[in-house]
């Protein structure tokens, strides 16, 4: 996938998918699937406004981009400049003029432009106008309630990940490049890996959950505890330790991809290394139960293909 972070770029027969696409979720990629119905390079357009908190960070948003499919990302920084875009020249300059755009696929909320003057509307007329077609999608719903990345935060907030994941279709994850840690899970006997999450990335509660782990084209299940440790001396960054079940190897400097499957329990210290290694066992035994009942409530396609979810390598 081509990544395009400025808008001194120029593509040929395109079709293009317009929006935040906060998370990739259910909603977002039926544009997706609209924008390859036809011969042309898929490129979807989404936009950097600086310090806001994202359901991923940029290089996670890019790694789903890849594994859906799109062809080319182009990555809009929200400055000063760009805020007073008029909506006609987007279309003039970057949909026709950078982009070459043929098809055109939005939601029916979309709006651009200098003080949000250009809607969805305005873009189909603009489209006959310019010589591109424009497909519209109203929005999903799922269980009577709008997809949205704000109804997906809502559920993440509160460590509902099975219904979050339901709406993203490919579950939460934390992705990264395994660091050194304090050796605690070593000493205990259970290897551990951490990573650190993107900054302004939005997190469920701190805790215990139960995880699918891809490494180097593999998968594996495991528990992760996500938080900063508070048993351990010091001050700890934010990341999530995951053990990862019938692995053997050295994983660090190897990119994690870290998917939050069920949310065990809280965050919490313990009086010692001893109690929080019976913890340890306990809370592995549960997620091990708990990817037991998902393998039998199910029949998976793959081994990580649990009902409708989906998994990237």
């Not at 490129?43 to 859906?68: D, H």
């Not at 990940?161 to 709406?167: D, I, K, P, V």
């Not at 900063?228 to 995951?242: F, H, R, W, Y």
Request: charged share 25%; proline share 4%; aromatic share 10%.
């Amino acid at each position: 996938m081509k990544i395009i972070t400025d808008l001194d770029f120029k593509l040929n027969n395109t079709a293009v998918c317009i929006g935040k696409f906060d998370g990739l979720h259910r909603g977002h990629r039926l544009l997706f699937t609209e924008a390859k119905r036809q011969e042309l390079e898929t490129v979807m357009i989404t936009f950097l406004f600086p310090g806001s908190q994202g359901i991923y960070g940029q290089e996670e948003k890019i790694f789903l981009a890849s594994e859906l499919g799109i062809d080319v990302m182009v990555i809009i920084p929200v400055t000063e400049e760009f805020m007073h875009m008029s909506a006609e020249t987007f279309v003039t300059e970057i949909l026709v003029g950078r982009c070459d755009a043929r098809k055109v696929v939005v939601g029916a909320d979309f709006c651009f432009g200098y003080q949000r003057s250009g809607t969805a509307e305005y873009l189909r007329k603009a489209g006959e106008k310019y010589g591109f077609s424009v497909r519209i999608y109203e929005k999903l719903t799922q269980d009577g309630e709008e997809v949205s990345s704000t109804r997906i935060r809502r559920l993440l907030f509160a460590g509902k990940m099975q219904e979050a994941n339901s709406l993203l279709q490919t579950p939460y994850f934390i992705r990264g490049v395994v660091e050194h840690g304090n050796q605690i899970g070593g000493k205990m006997m259970v290897p551990t890996a951490n990573i650190r999450p993107p900054e302004q990335k939005v997190l469920p509660p701190y805790g215990v959950y139960s995880v699918h782990v891809t490494v180097e084209g593999k998968q594996y299940d495991g528990v992760g505890n996500l938080g900063v440790k508070p048993t351990i001396p010091g001050q700890n960054p934010v990341g999530i330790e995951v053990w990862l079940f019938d692995y053997e190897g050295d994983l660090y400097g190897k990119t994690l991809t870290v998917y939050l499957m069920n949310y065990q329990r809280s965050e919490q210290k313990f009086s010692s290394v001893d109690r929080l290694r019976e913890q340890i066992r306990k809370d592995t035994e549960e997620a091990r139960h708990f990817f037991a009942r998902q393998l039998a409530l199910s029949q998976p396609a793959g081994r990580f293909h649990h009902g409708s979810l989906s998994l990237p390598d």
